[in-house]
């Protein structure tokens, strides 16, 4: 057993204001890190500024990050919470700028490059991060992970146990503001993290417990969604909490194939997150029926669902992309799976030639676009 989960974790309805005494502890300056827009659209960034000015902490508010956030405007948020004299972070959003608070947090108090940044190359201490999260998605709050567009335009990430939020307040009304295709891309983010991470063999007793219980409640809500019913506050925080067991089971074994592969269609396509890992997941559940079945059948039993449902449940919920890519093009991808990181994670003969092959079949022959 390996686990260490740091995070304080409060959810609940005005969670924030009700919580505004912890913000003192952890100083009285701090740098709020958000997105352009929707921090203010759906009440989370009103809702932290009040919380500080009850409790006399000062802020200023850097809300420059974008979707898949820029290394640049991490280092520039570095910048902003040195000049500042930001005591802590608050990030405020769904997993672009929580990962971006956290890029932020380690540029605050070190003068580092981004090669020294995803290596975790440190002089110092990262300052420390609260996450308020306003999508049901990544469950950045609670991992110690950050996906960062490096330069080259790649998404890469840094993982420290220094990087995990002290804090996460987790508001599911925030997430009632997300726009239909946001909720359900997100979602499927979600439920992949707990399916990816409970066919990981890095899992363990606990990863798989948080693994399963994530992916059953999220399985939950696609049906309601199938049904086409409406989600009232309770389904969007059991989504939300969802959200949080699949990121704390992925905070111990990381994600697999449909997360790496999915990363060049963010990339080079512009598809969401979620959605990406949409166009593997149902690839991702055939293969490890095939090459972990016992596993596959704790995973199903556990579920109370079966394997047709499920991938049916995906299809109709994850947003569509419409790409195309040539066969030709798939396989000059080839490099970026040779010594992947998830080859050594799966169950089966993993390999550089059958990750190109997924790709294949799910993209150039459209099996699941
Ligand atoms: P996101 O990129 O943070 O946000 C997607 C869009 O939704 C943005 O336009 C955002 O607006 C908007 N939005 C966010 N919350 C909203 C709300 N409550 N109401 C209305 N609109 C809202 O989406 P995400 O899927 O949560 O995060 C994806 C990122 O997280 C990717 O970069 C992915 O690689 C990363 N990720 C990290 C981890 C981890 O463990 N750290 C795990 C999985 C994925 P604004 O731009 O105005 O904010
Ligand atoms: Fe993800």
Redesign the pocket.
């Known amino acids: 057993m390996n686990f260490y989960l740091p995070t304080k974790i409060i959810t609940g309805k005005d969670c924030v204001k009700a919580n505004a005494v912890l913000f003192k502890n952890f100083g009285s300056r701090c740098l709020i890190v958000t997105g352009k827009t929707s921090a203010k659209k759906c009440g989370a960034l009103n809702d932290v500024t009040q919380a500080l000015d009850s409790v006399g902490v000062t802020y200023e508010i850097f809300d420059k990050i974008t979707q898949n956030p820029h290394i640049c405007d991490c280092m520039e948020g570095g910048k902003v919470a040195r000049e500042t004299c930001a005591e802590f972070i608050i990030g405020i959003g769904g997993g672009s700028p929580l990962d971006a608070a956290k890029a932020v947090a380690v540029f605050a108090t070190n003068d580092i490059g981004e090669n020294d940044l995803y290596a975790m190359n440190l002089q110092n201490k990262p300052l420390k991060v609260i996450a308020v999260g306003t999508t049901a998605g990544?469950g950045s709050e609670v991992t110690q992970v950050s996906v960062i567009t490096s330069s080259d335009g790649l998404k890469k990430s840094f993982r420290a146990d220094c990087s995990f939020p002290a804090l996460c307040l987790g508001d599911a009304t925030y997430t009632s503001f997300m726009p239909d295709t946001v909720m359900r891309s997100t979602a499927t983010?979600a439920l992949?993290?707990c399916i990816e991470s409970y066919f990981c063999k890095t899992s363990n007793a606990v990863s798989r417990m948080f693994a399963l219980e994530g992916a059953k409640n999220i399985i939950k809500i696609f049906k309601k969604l199938d049904r086409c019913e409406n989600l009232d506050f309770c389904n969007r925080e059991e989504l939300y909490i969802a959200s949080l067991y699949g990121g704390i089971a992925i905070s111990v074994t990381g994600?697999a194939f449909p997360?790496a592969l999915g990363y060049f269609l963010t990339e080079d396509y512009g598809v969401a997150?979620?959605t990406a890992?949409a166009v593997y997941l149902p690839e991702f559940i055939r293969y490890n029926i095939e090459n972990a079945s016992e596993v596959a059948k704790d995973f199903f039993e556990g579920v109370g669902t079966d394997s047709k449902t499920l991938i049916a449940l995906i299809e109709k919920t994850a947003p569509k992309t419409d790409i195309s890519l040539s066969e030709q093009k798939a396989k000059q991808l080839y490099p970026r799976w040779i010594n992947n990181k998830c080859i050594s994670k799966m169950y089966g003969q993993m390999s550089a030639d059958k990750l190109q092959d997924i790709v294949i079949k799910c993209i150039v022959n459209g099996q699941n676009l």
């Open positions: 990544t983010d992949s993290h994600t997360h997150h979620g890992c």
